[in-house]
């Protein structure tokens, strides 16, 4: 199974701030078709998961900007510009090239 | 808009089977998009279980394949999970999900807590 290495555990950030989370493979997430299939989502308290971005670095629909992705290959990085309120929770990464699907074991979001 | 949600008992007793349904609206099944089933354990861990697909094929984690089985009824637009000999291991909150591959898992279910107790 492909191993994805979630940094950090937990973060606390001020609003405006902002944060940084990396998400690393353990092995190369490009598929046949040249694609990398690598999501982010965010898991708010008492919400199911929801999706922020799919092929490293594209937004979900209604995603603010502040929100990008980044990265290629086993080395990922998910950036808040500025820290809102609303964007606390757990954020996970999530590979969909292998089987099976695996997930990081996610970074909890903390407003300070 | 798809909406997905997951309905089954909330206690299921050690050695027996966990059954969960996935009810969908909005769109069917047969349509397309990956209909999954995904865990997530006390303490964040997430786990994708499997899916079946719009065409009616499976795919499971091989960490489940023995227990697992996850199945269709195209009439009632709903998917079911199935996971045999459950243990306290398998206390959870279970989401079904539906993916497409290039832009991965858009609409989740609200999840449903299955605790394993005797």
């Keep these: 199974?492909?191993?994805?290495?979630?940094?950090?555990?937990?973060?606390?950030?001020?609003?405006?701030?902002p944060a940084s989370i990396s998400c690393k493979s353990s092995q190369s997430l490009v598929g046949t078709s040249g694609k990398t299939y690598l999501n982010w989502l965010l898991q708010r308290p008492g919400q199911s998961?929801?999706?922020?971005i799919y092929l490293v670095s594209k937004l979900d629909s209604g995603i603010p900007d502040r929100f990008s992705g980044s990265g290629s290959e086993t080395d990922f990085t998910l950036k808040i510009s500025r820290v809102e309120a609303d964007d606390l929770g757990v954020y996970y990464c999530l590979q969909g090239t292998?089987?099976?699907?695996?997930?990081?074991?996610?970074?909890?979001?903390?407003?300070k | 808009e798809i909406q997905l949600q997951e309905s089954g008992p909330g206690l299921v007793k050690p050695s027996q089977s966990l059954s969960l349904t996935c009810s969908v609206t909005g769109y069917t099944i047969t349509s397309g998009y990956d209909w999954s089933w995904i865990r997530k354990f006390p303490g964040?861990?997430?786990?994708?279980?499997?899916?079946?697909?719009?065409?009616?094929?499976?795919n499971?984690?091989?960490?489940?394949?023995?227990?697992?089985?996850i199945t269709r009824d195209t009439s009632k637009n709903q998917f079911f999970l199935q996971l045999n000999?459950?243990?306290t291991e398998d206390t959870a909150t279970y989401y079904c999900a539906s993916r497409t591959r290039l832009q991965g898992f858009a609409y989740w279910g609200q999840g449903t807590l299955v605790?394993?107790?005797s």
Excluded: C
């Design chain 2, 115 to 117: 605790t394993v107790s």
């Design chain 2, 85 to 87: 000999s459950v243990t």
């Design chain 1, 98 to 111: 292998h089987f099976p699907l695996t997930f990081g074991s996610g970074t909890k979001l903390e407003i």
């Design chain 2, 60 to 69: 499971y984690n091989p960490s489940l394949k023995s227990r697992i089985s």
């Design chain 2, 44 to 58: 964040n861990k997430m786990e994708w279980m499997g899916y079946i697909s719009y065409s009616g094929s499976t």
């Design chain 1, 49 to 52: 998961p929801k999706r922020l």
């Design chain 1, 1 to 17: 199974d492909v191993v994805m290495t979630q940094t950090p555990v937990s973060l606390s950030v001020a609003i405006g701030q």
